[in-house]
């Protein structure tokens, strides 16, 4: 694994196919880690379960962070992230079906950085990356 | 003699009781009694004086006839002798005479001897011879007294006529004087008296008499009852005042006054107290009857338990409420008071004196708020009860709601998620399709896939416009002043932006407020102003203005002060109004105007949650003006 791995906590094959097509697609070749429910995410980033004994103080730049999984929902998982002193500077970035979602997820003020509506595309995600002021950290490969 | 106490009474018996009658008859016995008395005595005077005249003719026999007699006798001359004793019996009242010689032999006789009733005489004849008296025997005269009484026998009558009516006259006499002297008197101070007796006196007694009369016996008893009559009269003022005072504090007071003699069973009910149950004043009996009468039973048999207290001494005084009737029948309710004023050596009451008060209407006002207590206290408890059945309703109805809700959300949720999902995918994809391989197609097949994704892509704004329009009617209302104007300038800016090409002239009038939820109206005004956007497509310049005029919404009757927001633009046929603001309800074919047919149905939702309305007025390619009204209006 190499650094500022951008992980997606997503249950979706679609999507997850969508989005490494729009990743790839845009030149972004940061690693993608996918974990496929909530608790996946989870211990990936504490370094539980699956992943025992992975270096937690290896984080990624950034989360792509779905609201319905698995397991623990994506609300839990964010609660989770912002709850622990190694993850709560994480940017999370929460992937919404809906406006009706994202006004959920703001409800919960649980410090989301920011939204990107389903599917992913490039457009959103660049404008996101600046928002979030990431932009140095996604790496950009010429094509 | 008439005081003897038999004549006393059967006088009284038979006479009557007027003095004057009985004076009467007491006179007519008494004088009576004298008159018989008097002409006795006066007829034994007159027969003493007859007989006395009879003896003195007697001894005028002896003076008169002594002389001649002795010498006819001395001369032997029988014939003489005989002569003259005849002589001697024509004398009145004599009937017989006699000489007899010495040896006492008759030698003459004439007349005839009775024996009885008799008064008679004898006297010796003497012949004087020679100076010297010479004895010749002596003559014996009888005189009858018969005649003497039948004198008296016929004076007897006249004397008692005579005697009788002098003393009827005399006792008339003293009768009239009494009666004109005394009984008169005697007549008008019995009637004085009477009128006293009655209360009248006014005027003090003045006898029918000259005043300057003296200070007899009747001046007297004048005097005394004129005096009597001041001190019964002040007396008496004293009392009616006295009376008028506390008849007037009780009557005055409404209180009817009751006095009980209780062993007579005499009550005494005052005015007041016949005039309460609508009787006149002494209509009803003074007596413990008329109270049993008109007492209603029940309270009666209680009344009479508490008096029985009295009665026995235990209690001296007396208090209940009661129901009497009216003479119209009807039933009043009495608060009777009373007080034992008089008892006997045992302690047991002989009078009570007390009152009687109505107190119907006080009565019946506690029974009317009672009974309005009662029902006041029934509806309360009626109106509990539908409060609970309502609030049980309510709640079971919320519960139901926030289960709905509960399940609309779960609903939304997975629709947002769900259908959305292979949407995406099937937008994800033709997209990946048509940018991975579009070069390998002809123009045909890259047709296709951009009707897949154009559908696709509807199919989400479907989604999208549903989800919302349930978002907005179950979203809590977060009203606050806002700048419409401000808001409308926002969106305005927005539209100019996404339709660069196109010429549109936004008006929009300054400082419009309102009440509102600033999300809900935000979309409200998204909405018109997009509306009357796309429905201005053909138009250069389209001309779109909002603002704030009077206007008469469908169905009523004055101008309301509303928004609008007006466009040039194709406009309508007023005859489908009604479907504008339905759910997919659309007007226009969607290869003129775009559109889901939720815009307005969320609009008016939302407008309606405000306590707003909204309407529309249009005419074909003339354009159209949305109305709305929002309950926070300034």
Redesign the interface.
Same mark, same amino acid.
């Given at each position: 694994m190499s650094d500022k791995t951008i992980l997606l906590v997503e249950d979706?094959p %679609? &999507?997850i196919a /969508?989005t490494e097509?729009a990743l790839k !697609?845009n030149n972004i070749s940061n690693p993608l880690v996918v974990a496929q429910d909530g608790q996946e995410g989870v211990d990936y980033l504490f370094g539980e379960g699956a992943y025992a004994g992975r270096d937690t103080a290896r984080q990624p730049v950034v989360v792509l962070l779905d /609201? *319905?999984l698995p397991k623990l929902d994506g609300l839990e998982v964010l609660r989770r992230i912002r709850a622990d002193a190694r993850t709560r500077r994480i940017p999370v970035v929460i992937l919404t %079906? %809906? !406006? +009706? +979602?994202q &006004?959920i997820a703001a409800g919960y003020d649980l410090g989301v950085n920011s939204y990107i509506r *389903?599917?992913v595309d490039f457009q959103q995600f660049t404008e996101t990356v600046r928002q979030l002021g990431l932009y140095w950290l996604v790496i950009n490969e010429a094509p | 003699m008439p005081s003897s106490p038999t004549l006393l009474s059967w006088l009284h018996k038979s006479v009557g009781a007027s003095l004057g009658r009985r004076l009467a008859a007491i006179i007519l016995v008494f004088s009576v009694g004298v008159t018989l008395l008097f002409t006795a005595l006066q007829l034994g005077v007159e027969y003493r004086r007859d007989v006395s005249e009879i003896a003195a003719r007697l001894h005028q026999v002896r003076s008169s006839y002594a002389d001649s007699l002795a010498s006819s006798v001395w001369t032997a001359n029988p014939a003489d002798v005989q002569l003259q004793l005849t002589g001697i019996l024509r004398v009145p009242d004599l009937q017989y005479v006699e000489v007899l010689d010495e040896q006492g032999k008759a030698l003459a006789r004439a007349g005839h001897s009775l024996g009885e009733d008799q008064l008679s005489d004898s006297f010796p004849l003497y012949f004087t011879q020679r100076k010297q008296p010479v004895y010749l025997g002596r003559v014996r005269v009888e005189a009858n007294l018969s005649g003497a009484w039948r004198r008296l026998q016929s004076k007897v009558p006249l004397i008692l006529v005579t005697q009788s009516l002098q003393i009827f006259l005399v006792s008339l006499f003293i009768l009239l004087l009494l009666q004109r002297q005394v009984g008169r008197h005697l007549k008008q101070i019995a009637a004085d008296a009477d009128k006293l007796s009655a209360g009248r006196m006014d005027q003090p007694l003045q006898l029918d008499r000259p005043a300057s009369a003296v200070q007899d016996e009747l001046s007297q008893v004048v005097t005394a009852m004129n005096a009597m009559r001041e001190r019964v009269h002040q007396a008496f003022v004293q009392l009616q005042e006295s009376e008028f005072r506390w008849k007037a504090a009780l009557e005055g007071a409404g209180h009817g006054v009751w006095d009980f003699h209780i062993q007579t069973g005499e009550v005494v009910y005052s005015k007041r107290w016949m005039e309460m149950l609508g009787f006149a004043e002494n209509e009803l009996p003074h007596h413990i009857d008329t109270y049993k009468r008109l007492a209603h039973p029940d309270d009666q048999r209680l009344a009479f338990r508490v008096l029985e207290a009295n009665f026995n001494g235990s209690s001296k005084r007396y208090a209940m409420e009661q129901r009497m009737m009216c003479k119209d029948g009807s039933w009043k309710w009495i608060v009777a008071r009373g007080m034992v004023v008089e008892q006997d050596e045992q302690g047991r009451a002989v009078r009570m004196i007390g009152t009687h008060t109505d107190f119907t209407d006080r009565r019946n006002a506690e029974m009317e708020m009672a009974r309005l207590l009662e029902s006041a206290e029934a509806a309360r408890a009626a109106l509990r009860e539908v409060n609970e059945t309502m609030e049980s309703q309510v709640r079971e109805r919320t519960a139901q709601l926030e289960r709905a809700n509960k399940e609309l959300e779960a609903f939304s949720y997975s629709v947002s998620h769900d259908l959305r999902s292979p949407l995406r995918g099937i937008d994800g994809w033709s997209l990946a399709l048509q940018e991975d391989y579009g070069a390998q197609l002809d123009a045909t097949g890259r047709e296709y896939l951009a009707r897949i994704r154009s559908e696709a892509s509807r199919m989400g704004q479907l989604i999208d416009g549903m989800l919302e329009f349930a978002r907005l009617s179950r979203t809590a209302l977060a009203p606050r002043t806002l700048d419409l104007s401000a808001m409308a300038a926002v969106v305005a800016e927005r539209i100019r932006a996404s339709q660069p090409q196109r010429q549109i002239r936004f008006t929009i009038e300054a400082a419009l407020q309102a009440e509102g939820d600033p999300r809900l109206i935000e979309a409200v005004l998204h909405n018109l102003l997009e509306n009357a956007s796309k429905f201005s497509a053909s138009r250069s310049p389209a001309q779109i203005v909002f603002g704030r005029r009077q206007a008469t919404p469908p169905g009523g009757a004055q101008p309301v002060d509303a928004f609008y927001v007006q466009d040039n633009g194709a406009g309508f046929d007023m005859q489908f109004a009604a479907k504008l603001f339905g759910v997919f309800q659309r007007l226009h074919r969607s290869n003129e105007f775009p559109g889901t047919g939720i815009g307005l149905a969320t609009v008016q939702r939302i407008v309606q949650r405000h306590g707003g309305q909204i309407w529309a007025e249009a005419a074909p390619e003339h354009g159209a003006t949305f109305f709305f009204t929002l309950g926070g209006t300034t």
């Open positions: 979706n %679609s &999507d /969508l097509r !697609r /609201l *319905k %079906s %809906s !406006r +009706e +979602e &006004d *389903k599917p | -």
